[in-house]
């Protein structure tokens, strides 16, 4: 399969190479531990040379379903032919310009922020994902306000800084420290979101099993 429009491979790559087994990971847009991750399997792998790509959890998972990409790193969603292995769980805080009047709470709950206007990610990125983080407005009977569709994380904060509307952010994501931009905690732990890492069940390449081996011993020695 040849790059193109459609191919989430980098223009000009080939994966008919015969030069070394080439390894794809799939960037979860959101997740600044990604690069983290590629750098310290490189090190410990350098026999193993790895291509990144970054694309939504959507598009990550036709391409493993098509057989197109080795592993994908998403945000929990489970999909037909995958497996997926459950990286773990990070909260997520409200963002908003400073001098909004969340900047007086020391903790937010879901009634102070009900009614504001939200930036958030477009839907088609990551449905599932979509529909289960906006939850808790549903549970209040309410539909978040979403003024503003993004594809990343820094147009998130960037509108935010501007005013026009709250986002939400992990505490990773806050030590970009972008000028303009607020952050609480949520009271709610349903704001979250969980990472995974998914493969087809049928791939039994070296390089998924160094991969996977290498992810189960780095989260055993976390914190």
């Known amino acids: 399969m040849q790059g193109g429009d459609s191919s989430p491979w980098p223009e000009g790559y080939s994966r008919n190479s015969t030069a070394l ?3 794809c990971v799939v960037l979860l847009v959101a997740n600044p531990k990604c690069s983290e991750l590629r750098l310290e399997f490189a090190q410990v792998n ?17 391409a493993l379903q098509k057989g197109d990409l080795h592993v994908g790193l998403l945000v929990g969603q489970i999909a037909p032919l995958l497996a997926v292995e459950r990286l773990g769980r990070e909260p997520l805080r409200v963002a908003f ?19 504001e206007p939200v930036v958030w990610f477009k839907r088609d990125l990551n449905p599932a994902f979509h529909e289960q983080f906006f939850q808790p407005w549903s549970d209040t009977g309410h539909a978040p306000r979403i003024v503003q569709e993004v594809e990343t994380v820094l147009e998130c904060l960037q509108f935010a800084s501007q005013g026009i509307g709250i986002t939400f952010a992990t505490p990773a994501q806050q030590s970009m420290k972008l000028k303009g931009v607020d952050f609480r905690q949520l009271a709610d732990e349903r ?14 390449t070296r390089a998924l099993r160094r991969f ?10 976390e914190p």
């Open 212 to 221: 996977i081996s290498f992810l189960r011993g780095r989260l055993r020695h």
């Open 191 to 204: 704001f979250s979101f969980e990472t995974t890492v998914a493969y087809r069940t049928d791939n039994r």
């Open 97 to 115: 310009q400073e001098g909004h009047r969340l900047e007086k709470l020391s903790c937010v709950s879901i009634s102070d922020i009900v009614q």
């Open 46 to 62: 350098i026999d193993l040379p790895t291509v990144l790509i970054g694309c939504p959890t959507a598009a990550q998972i036709r």
């Open 21 to 23: 087994e080439i390894f």
